[in-house]
């Protein structure tokens, strides 16, 4: 299985933007589709944003317009910038492959996660 590992959170204030890495120990060439997922405290986890082979892209609407996903397979990473950041955009992020763009559910065991706090 292919370790994935997510980076680049940290505190931020509203309305400010971060952007997110997720590193793969191996080859994300065949992966379908890969997606964005996010918990906070003390509610389950959700998928944010997911992208799929050809290009397509897919939002939580809590995101759209305001994330967008991209990915580079030839360097076995996945990206995702948030802007115009919410408090309730506080949480830790994943990344994972996903099974299709329409229902991003979770394919791997879950990697590190990054702590993304939105806060004055």
């Known amino acids: 299985q292919v370790q994935l590992a997510a980076s680049g959170g940290g505190l931020v204030q509203p309305g400010g933007s971060v952007n997110l890495t997720c590193t793969a120990s191996?080859?994300?060439?065949?992966?379908?589709?890969m997606a964005w997922y996010r918990q906070a405290p003390g509610k389950q986890r959700e998928w944010v944003a997911v992208?799929?082979?050809?290009?397509?892209?897919n939002y939580a609407d809590s995101v759209k317009g305001r994330f967008t996903i991209s990915r580079d397979n030839r360097e076995n990473t996945m990206f995702l910038q948030m802007n115009n950041l919410k408090p309730e955009d506080t949480a830790v992020y994943y990344c994972n492959r996903a099974t299709t763009w329409a229902t991003p559910n979770p394919v791997f065991s879950w990697g590190q996660g990054t702590q993304v706090t939105v806060s004055s």
């Open positions: 992208h799929a082979n050809g290009g397509i892209t």
């Open positions: 191996g080859s994300i060439n065949t992966f379908y589709a």
